[in-house]
């Protein structure tokens, strides 16, 4: 069966989908497999041997408008597609399975526009996003131990790229720490980070690596001014220097990610390293939570929480008393715990 998923979200949305992947490469009658993803996250998949083709589709920029989106169709319906799987729940997402010419289309109950496909798939918001998108694959699909934690590719050389950095800077098992969101309403105060940052410092003998892209760096250097003048050197800003990719690469070299509910938090699951995921105005509840064994949430329990699926650019009430009210000392114990349980590992080299 050739098959295709349409998936033009977010990058951690897409980190999500991989155990989907797993799970249809599991099935004995697959003969193809496709993904239609955005520029941002097409680097994702460099090299995944799950799938035999990654289509880039970037429908704000150079494929934005009608013309683009008929030349895409085109595209698709030369591939002679046997099925169509949507976990994205826009219209134009469902506008492009339903032009795909595949008999079967598979989408979910809570798309716009389900007249586009064949088979609708209960959207049960009381699961977690991995095993909503688990449910596309219909119950006649193979399980295994795999499925429920999202993985990456693993590129040796983006590897070898990453360890020799953090050889430069003499670092064994660090603790991670990624700051930054798109929403404000999502973003932990860089100024807590740094607190907590100087709190570990102290404490332990890990160093902290700060992660994020090229416009995060100047807010992980927000997250060093807290830190007391002589611990300064044990915090390696490193946003901007890596991929999404080698940041997941990064991830794995760290003994803990303390990160906001964005991106880091999927891609620190994908990297298999415990994740503390601090939430303001979204919740665990909506499914895009930590999974692992020893993951946690920290969260405050407001009245105004959660204000909306997404976050804010800014808080409807002013306050941002979800993310100001959640202190370093609410984090900290369980950091020291979880540090302190695996000791040894982590530090600096000699």
């Known amino acids: 069966m050739r098959t295709l998923i349409i998936h033009t979200a977010f990058p951690g949305d897409l980190i999500l989908l991989t155990p989907l992947l797993d799970r249809l490469r599991r099935d004995s009658d697959l003969e193809w497999l496709g993904l239609v993803v955005n520029p941002a996250c097409a680097p994702l998949f460099h090299g995944d041997p799950r799938l035999d083709e990654v289509i880039v589709y970037d429908k704000r920029g150079a494929d934005k408008g009608w013309a683009a989106f008929r030349r895409l169709v085109r595209r698709l319906k030369e591939l002679k597609l046997d099925r169509v799987i949507c976990p994205h729940r826009s219209l134009r997402s469902s506008a492009l399975a339903w032009l795909c010419d595949a008999y079967e289309r598979v989408g979910f109950a809570s798309a716009t526009g389900t007249l586009a496909y064949t088979e609708l798939v209960y959207d049960n918001r009381s699961l977690h996003e991995v095993e909503r998108n688990l449910a596309l694959a219909g119950p006649s699909a193979h399980g295994g131990s795999g499925d429920g934690m999202p993985t990456l590719h693993n590129d040796a050389a983006e590897e070898a790229r990453v360890r020799s950095r953090f050889e430069e800077h003499g670092l064994i098992g660090p603790v991670a720490m990624a700051p930054a969101s798109l929403w404000q309403t999502k973003r932990w105060p860089a100024e807590y980070f740094g607190q907590l940052a100087d709190q570990i410092l102290e404490a332990t003998p890990a160093d902290i690596v700060l992660l994020g892209g090229p416009s995060d760096r100047a807010l992980c250097e927000e997250v060093v001014s807290p830190v007391h003048n002589c611990r300064r050197h044990r915090v390696h800003n490193l946003a901007g220097e890596f991929s999404l990719r080698e940041s997941y690469q990064a991830l794995r070299l760290c003994r803990l990610a303390i990160v906001n509910d964005s991106a ?87």
């Open 264 to 350: 880091p938090l999927h891609l620190a699951q994908a990297a298999g390293v415990p994740t503390f995921a601090l939430f303001g105005s979204t919740v665990p509840g909506f499914g895009f939570g930590p999974r692992g064994p020893r993951d946690r949430v920290f969260q405050q329990k407001l009245d105004c929480v959660p204000c909306g699926i997404h976050g804010h650019r800014a808080c409807p009430l002013g306050t941002l008393a979800c993310m100001t009210g959640l202190t370093p000392g609410h984090i900290l114990p369980a950091v020291l715990d979880l540090l302190h349980e695996s000791q040894g590992v982590g530090g600096r080299t000699p």
